[in-house]
């Protein structure tokens, strides 16, 4: 992810939060970005998140350039190659801690199922990012297979997502220790387990750049540490993280460092 | 998809019950005011036409005004085939007569001379129906003579015919109790004539058929007597289906802007909900869709609610609402339910979602 000649205010008159900003984030690589409060370290993210749109300048992300998508390409960044760990975790009561951690495969619709024709003339569906989970049977006539075939195997392969996306969404509560009931309110749930909840439903996509604010803000050690490692794994597996923090702990582990002036 | 779309709709619903409750509230409502409105009015209507189809509305009297004298018995024939028409029957112009037995001249009464099947507009009570030259009088009228049983005579200046029957008249036809009824000659010329159709709603095509068929030539010497009772039922509906249509559009305005008020209030408290959904990479479109689904659900459930409500409420008051109606009502409401959602979605979708993110 690249930014080049980043400018932004939030209205034509109030003054500008980001002046000519040019930083590459690394992919492997943790980069905090730091500052004095007011200095636009959270609207750099929500930049980053596509979420503001800057005055000039340019955000690559493989390479492409984003500022001018459309909501429905922004979105489909957002849920196939963002994911976002808010300050205060935002978690939806009236979801489960399962459902919360899932909620973001449902809105991932389009590349969720995406349908090949093998050089052998069998269609295949493939869950963008991993691998090809279910193969249909011989397709030899298209036309008289599409009512028949496709649509057992679309069934077929609807559910071996879900089950896919159930088991992802529990080895991630595993690695970052949610021991809660999978059914439990998240309303019922404490403030450290949210937020470890809510980095596990950021990750639930298996995104490329993971954009997390201030996400040790307010946490105690124990549970700042499980994200802290989590986070330095995701980098590890050749992402770019990028960590809105003042928090010394986090400072510490961070590979590069943005300081807002 | 759609399974998804659905569980998530769901849980909006669920989320969301300050808004559910209102806006099936307000499809309830509509749906009850709408159906209530309608049935009253129909019901109304259907009590109009009962009455004014006992009292005569369905019959068309023609009056020939011209000097060259139209109606005769070929026309009355001519008009009895048409296959709408019950039954045709003329009168003449009223005279007096009086008791030719007594030759009391206190006795003096009106009478008028008819052709055609009088049967169909009076009954006969006593003694027969008359020949030409022969007369029946009505109870009232064998009252004033002083008749012990269906003859007599009775007399004008120059002639007499003889009492054969005494009638009572049809409710319709009420005045014909004051009268005596004579009988003509079917050569003798009649300056008026009733006919009376099967449907009501015949009534009009039916007089312009007879119009133009029995005086090509000289319709503006017809004059079409009787439309009086018609054209009042006519206002009557005419008005009664105003109101209902007034309130109608009351109806729709206030849904409308109900749910509108609603889905916006819902949508402003739950901003953070949606800017949650945009962060984790839901469209505006799904997020629009979400809401108007919402609306359109929970709008048809009030409105299957209120629908369910109305019936029995007409029920008890022995009315009751064809089913076509009802689904057309629901659907309507549903419509509303939707249009309610549209605009307060693309107004929320299009708030900043940073801003919508840290609305506390």
């Known amino acids: 992810m690249v930014v080049s000649d980043l400018n932004f205010s939030y209205t034509q008159d109030s003054p500008t939060i980001i002046e000519n900003l040019n930083f590459a984030f690394p992919k492997g690589k943790i980069t905090v970005v730091t500052g004095e409060s007011g200095r636009g370290k959270s609207t750099l993210l929500f930049l980053l998140g596509l979420f503001l749109k800057p005055n000039s300048g340019s955000i690559l992300i493989d390479n492409q350039e984003t500022t001018e998508y459309d909501d429905s390409q922004k979105s489909l960044i957002r849920s196939n190659k963002i994911g976002f760990a808010f300050q205060d975790a935002i978690l939806d009561p009236y979801r489960t801690v399962i459902e919360s951690v899932l909620e973001p495969t449902l809105y991932r619709v389009e590349s969720n199922r995406k349908i090949n024709k093998e050089h052998d003339g069998n269609y295949t569906y493939q869950v963008e990012n991993t691998k090809t989970i279910s193969p249909l049977e011989n397709a030899t006539d298209i036309v008289s297979s599409k009512t028949i075939n496709n649509s057992h195997s679309v069934i077929k392969s609807y559910q071996e997502i879900q089950e896919r996306n159930f088991e992802r969404a529990i080895e991630l509560l595993k690695r970052l220790k949610v021991e809660v009931e999978l059914n439990t309110r998240t309303l019922k749930i404490s403030g450290g387990e949210a937020s470890r909840v809510a980095l596990a439903r950021a990750l639930m996509n298996d995104p490329s750049i993971i954009l997390a604010d201030e996400p040790t803000g307010n946490l105690d050690s124990y549970n700042a540490d499980i994200i802290l490692a989590t986070l330095n794994e995701e980098a590890s597996k050749d992402k770019t993280v990028i960590i809105v923090s003042h928090d010394s702990r986090v400072v510490s582990i961070a590979d590069e460092v943005l300081n807002l002036l | ?360």
């Open chain 2, 1 to 360: 998809m759609a399974r998804k779309l659905f569980s998530e709709i769901w849980l909006v619903t669920k989320r969301h019950i300050g808004a559910t409750i209102a806006i099936a509230s307000i499809s309830f409502l509509m749906t009850l005011s709408i159906v209530l409105v309608f049935g009253e009015s129909q019901a109304s209507i259907q009590n109009i036409r009962d009455f004014m189809d006992t009292n005569g509305a369905k019959t068309i009297q023609f009056l020939d005004d011209s000097d060259i004298g139209y109606f005769d018995q070929e026309t009355l024939n001519f008009v009895e085939a048409f296959d709408n028409i019950e039954y045709s029957f003329e009168t003449s112009t009223v005279f007096d007569v009086f008791n030719s037995l007594t030759k009391d001249e206190i006795n003096l009464f009106p009478a008028k001379s008819f052709r055609g099947d009088i049967s169909k507009v009076v009954q006969l009570v006593a003694g027969r129906m008359p020949k030409a030259g022969e007369a029946i009088i009505s109870e009232n009228a064998a009252h004033g003579f002083k008749l012990v049983g269906p003859t007599g005579e009775i007399s004008s200046s120059n002639q007499s015919w003889n009492v054969v029957g005494i009638f009572k008249s049809d409710e319709a036809y009420l005045d014909f109790k004051n009268f005596a009824l004579i009988y003509e000659s079917s050569t003798t010329p009649m300056p008026y004539f009733y006919s009376k159709v099967k449907e009501y709603n015949e009534l009009p095509t039916t007089q312009t058929l007879i119009l133009n068929m029995i005086s090509p030539f000289g319709r503006e010497d017809i004059k079409i007597l009787s439309k009086s009772l018609a054209s009042l039922q006519n206002t009557i509906e005419n008005n009664l289906g105003s109101f209902a249509n007034y309130i109608l559009i009351l109806v729709l305005f206030l849904g409308i802007v109900l749910i509108t008020v609603a889905t916006l209030i819902d949508a402003f408290l739950n901003q953070k909900d949606i800017g949650r959904r945009r962060a984790l990479g839901a469209t505006k479109i799904y997020i629009s869709l979400l809401m108007i689904f919402r609306g359109a659900l929970v709008s048809t459930v009030g409105a299957t609610i209120g629908g369910v409500v109305s019936i029995f409420y007409l029920y008890f008051y022995y009315l009751s609402i064809p089913i076509n109606f009802l689904v057309a009502v629901i659907i309507f409401v549903l419509i509303i339910g939707s249009l309610g959602s549209l605009l307060p979605s693309l107004i929320i979708i299009n708030r900043d979602p940073l801003r919508a993110i840290r609305t506390p």
